[in-house]
Structure formats: C-alpha cells, structure tokens
C-alpha cells in the first residue's frame, strides 16, 4: 500500500535498553523527518533527513540516533532508553513543492518503564 | 516561552455551535500557517492552512491569519460529533520540502450530540 508506515504501533522497553522505530515511505520523498508528541508539548522535531545518507538534529536530538541508507527508510534509535523518552512517536514525510505534501505516519507509542 | 502557544482546552461544546480555536506566535519568519486535525491513536492530518495574512474557507472551517498581531485562528460552524479531535496549529517560514513545522500543543475538542 502507499502512504508512510510505522512500526511497531506501540513498544514497551526498560530503562537502559537500545530500541529503534521503523518508518517506511512508498512515495519516494526526500525529506524525512521525526517528531515526538508530549502532552503539553505538541510536536517536537528530534532529526530529519534531506536525502540517503543525510541527516540533521532537530530541537530535541539528544539520546536518538537516527540513519537513512534507503530513500524508503527512516529508523530512529534510542541508544539507552530513558523514562523521558516515554512518548508518541510520529514519522512524517514531504513532497517537495506543496504544503498538502507532507504527510505524517500514525505513530509509535513507545513506553520506558 | 514557547515559539507557538495553543490554549489546550479542553473545550466541549454542543453539536451545531461555532468552535474557535485559536494560536499566537513570536517568529515574524512564520508565513505559512496550518491546522492539522488529529483523532484519537492517529497521525495528524492536514485540515487547511493559509498563505501570510488573511481568511481561508472550506466548507464549514474557516481559518484567519493576522501577522500583525501575531495570531491565527480557526473557525467551525455547525460543529458536528465527527469533529471531536485535537487540533493542532503549525507554523512554517518556508514552503519547501525541507520545512519544519512549528507545532502548538494542540486544543482537544469535543462535540457532543
């Protein structure tokens, strides 16, 4: 199907464990981008990718690591988890030229007990 | 203080009243303004947005830009139950595919029947 995926849909991890979250795009955008969802916070963006191989910090990278050796693929990896690090977790990517372009995943609810 | 501040409500009102939602902002930069709707255990998806200052209208949602003063709004009529969600404001200064968005922490709304 087409459209942005994420998975898994929710994850609970212990403090201190690596766990990474997938996200996959069939329309071959060049833009990715990774946000997380606070309650009190809206939308924070941790990092984002202009191309393979290309990536950048966002407002709240530390404690994630992130990769894009396919166009198709975003992963987000938590090194260590961490209790503040409780969150939803979205994907989103955009289309190049308009505002209706950029379209979110449903999300990674992640828990760190 | 944050870049974009969002009341977070909640607000509940009755099925058939006027909701208005509303967003200030400190970035003069900001020139492309959004509201995003988003269900419950859901990404958010595009509701409308709207170029530098004015009015917008698609069907009973109606969204205002004023930069002079720093505040957007959006309006529903005739709120129905199917608009119970949280809406989101974001902000953006640019329109290509690298933008990042700006998020309020989003208005959870409730219609009741």
């Known amino acids: 199907d087409a459209g942005i995926t994420q998975s898994p849909r929710y994850k609970i991890t212990e403090t201190g464990r690596q766990v990474t979250l997938m996200c996959h795009q069939t329309?071959?955008?060049?833009?990715m981008f990774w946000y997380r969802q606070d309650l009190g916070h809206g939308l924070r963006l941790i990092y984002y990718?202009?191309?393979?191989?290309?990536?950048d910090k966002g407002e709240v990278p530390d404690g994630y690591v992130v990769s894009r050796s396919k166009t198709e693929n975003f992963p987000l990896t938590l090194e260590s988890a961490t209790r503040s690090q409780t969150s939803v977790y979205f994907c989103?990517?955009?289309?190049?030229?308009?505002?209706?372009?950029?379209?979110f995943g449903s999300g990674t609810r992640l828990t760190v007990v | 203080q944050k870049e974009v501040e969002q009341d977070p409500g909640p607000l509940s009102v009755p099925e058939g009243a006027i909701v208005s939602l509303n967003c200030t902002y400190s970035n003069s930069a900001f020139q492309y303004f959004m509201w995003y709707r988003q269900y419950s255990r859901k990404g958010p998806e595009l509701l409308m947005y709207?170029?530098?200052?004015g009015n917008k209208e698609d069907g009973r949602f109606t969204a205002q830009v004023d930069k002079s003063s720093k505040y957007i709004s959006l309006f529903i009529r005739d709120s129905q139950p199917s608009d119970s969600a949280t809406y989101l404001c974001?902000?953006?200064?640019?329109?290509?595919?690298?933008?990042?968005?700006?998020f309020g922490s989003g208005t959870q709304l409730t219609v009741l029947p």
């Open positions: 709207t170029y530098s200052s």
């Open positions: 974001a902000m953006t200064a640019t329109s290509g595919s690298a933008r990042q968005l700006t």
């Open positions: 329309w071959s955008h060049s833009y």
């Open positions: 989103a990517s955009s289309e190049s030229t308009t505002i209706e372009g950029y379209t």
């Open positions: 990718s202009a191309a393979a191989d290309i990536t």
